[in-house]
DNA sequence: GTGAAAGCGCTAACAG
DNA sequence: CTGTTAGCGCTTTCAC
């Protein structure tokens, strides 16, 4: 493995020379810079980022933290976090906190502070006190992605306002008797955002004097199948809603799937509507109310690096935007 | 940030039997070891991995390198990749190629090669001559997971058994009326598996004398979507097989619910087996032949990590093992 | 324009 | 058991 002293060696001049010409600094002449990497090019040399970050404190490198990376929410948030972060010439460090998160508290607060770093990315996370003061120690920038951590900077959507517009297309189409498909992930940690979804779409229906039944309140768990699985027992009973809101629309798939199979019709019979934007929503016919998340983690991943790079941080993100994506699957009720 | 240094000058003794109490070398009395580490702890004193990697050439991170972090079995092996990893003290820096593999080829190589990671673990990934010439002068251990790629040695299961499993219990039902879901998922870049799948299915069903119309391939891109779109035309016509063999399960799910749309009932109408065991398949009464990503990636971390740490390498993989997950979803035909 | 020297934080021989 | 002495590969003053 080639290093800058075999280079400069080899062409006879100093390590400097070599490391700043392969750095496009001033100060040294065109014909060495081409000569230099020549060379460098032909030895196969590659710099070696623990040493360039020893004497710098920069690694190129930015840890992201998410709570179960299966979770189609959170898959695309770091995708999107990847892409930019690979675009600016940093790499991912990833921490999947998926199960190991009270074991592996201590473990992943060690190897996050081991300087591998420059900042952090969070996603829907939630910790302990304890790891929120190992992260003020740590004196890097930290932004989150997601449901808004009151601790960190948050880039995401507002949950009231999203379902507040999910309610105003429903409650707009006619439909006064609503069922709802929400509940918890117990895995994914963050509880705050599923509260919020299910408050406002509460809060909304009753103002405006729609029926909710109890039994109309599904637990979907956020998940695709547990959420086909209560929608289907809904359907099993002698009332039903004419609309079904979904907190997500893997959900959203799910209760379309359930329905059909109950020998119901979307939307004649029963109008859904989900929230996120899933790259399926547009197959299943699916109205929502479509977020970003790729386009979040980008925007997070752009901001932190220009926060590592010495911009002035941003206090406080505006909400992520968010769209109603009308289809087919929700029309006036009764039709 | 305390160092090593400072922890040594703190007690008056020398860097170097810091380094070892804090690393439990043999050599330093217990009572040093003790004051050691409770200094470190006051201080706030974390190791610098850089600092340590120059020394050693070991950088207790390996790279992942994925085609999608959004699919499903990625993002599954991406996440026991992560476990196994983490368990073992190492960190995970992640490559996703999504979209940006032909623009960030040299960015990519580049990166991989800033002697970030000690070892490398390429999921359903296909390389270029280039880039596979790159790895190569890597000099460090490589495992694939997933689709078997010749160029690297592979853990993961075999195509063509696994298939021929899926068929063998249709067919074994009685079904000799087979439609097939498959297609490429374009964005994943390894095609070498639906192709597997797709040609096994082919074979085993005219081995036994089955029934295939060239309309009952459908093209589900290995997406749940896409998969439901394509079943749903099937079932418009007026011919449709009673067994649909999936080549995954999320293509599975989608044309249950396709065929519930239709009218049909499964398994009565119609069987439909899938492929992975996908974590919902059991919400769907999906009979599946299952296979674990997870464990995968989990193996081939291990083993990633054993190499690492001297162990030679082991030459060829056995296949990953998969089992029939007999549901809800698959019956005699013409029930 | 270019070079020499010092040092980033840690580990790894050697001595004692 | 503990300390000394060299570096690892690179960047960064400061001279020339």
């Known amino acids: 493995m080639a290093t800058i002293g075999q280079i400069a060696a080899e062409l006879g001049i100093s390590k400097s020379t070599v490391s700043r010409a392969l750095r496009g600094l001033p100060g040294v002449s065109q014909d060495l810079i081409d ?19 020893l004497t710098t404190g920069r690694n ?15 898959s695309e948030v770091v995708s999107g976090v990847d892409r930019a972060l690979a675009a600016a010439g940093y790499d991912v460090v990833l921490y999947d906190m998926d199960r190991n998160h009270d074991v592996g508290t201590r473990a992943f607060a060690r190897s996050l502070l081991r300087k591998r770093v420059d900042a952090l990315i969070v996603v829907a996370t939630v910790f302990t006190e304890h790891e929120l003061a190992e992260f003020d120690a740590l004196e890097m920038p930290v932004i989150a992605v997601g449901p808004s951590a009151p601790q960190f900077r948050t880039i995401g959507v507002d949950d ?43 809060k909304t229906a009753l103002a405006a004097g729609a029926l909710v039944q109890p039994e109309w309140m599904l637990a979907g768990g956020y998940k695709q199948g547990a959420a086909m699985r209560a929608t289907r027992e809904l359907f099993s009973r002698d009332s039903w809603p004419t609309g079904l809101v979904c907190a997500s629309d893997e959900m959203a798939m799910g209760a379309i799937c359930a329905i059909h199979a109950a020998g119901k019709r979307v939307p004649e019979d029963v109008s859904v509507i989900g929230i996120d934007g899933h790259e399926y929503g547009a197959d299943y016919e699916l109205t929502t109310m479509a977020q970003n998340p790729q386009a979040q983690g980008e925007w997070a991943a752009r901001q932190v690096v220009a926060e590592i790079e010495g911009a002035t941080p941003v206090q406080e993100f505006e909400p992520a935007p968010f769209t109603l994506i009308q289809r087919g699957s929700t029309a006036a009720p009764g039709r």
């Open 160 to 202: 009231h306002a999203i379902m507040a517009a999910a309610m105003e297309h429903m409650l707009g189409l006619g439909h006064r008797q609503l069922g709802y498909v929400g509940g918890y992930d117990e895995e994914s940690l963050s509880l705050a955002s599923a509260a919020d979804r299910e408050h406002t779409f509460m």
């Open 60 to 74: 190129y490198a930015v840890g992201v933290v998410v709570p179960a990376l299966t979770r189609w929410f959170y």
């Open 35 to 53: 000569e230099v990497k020549a060379v460098a090019e032909r030895m196969g040399y590659v710099p070696s980022a623990a040493a360039a970050g």
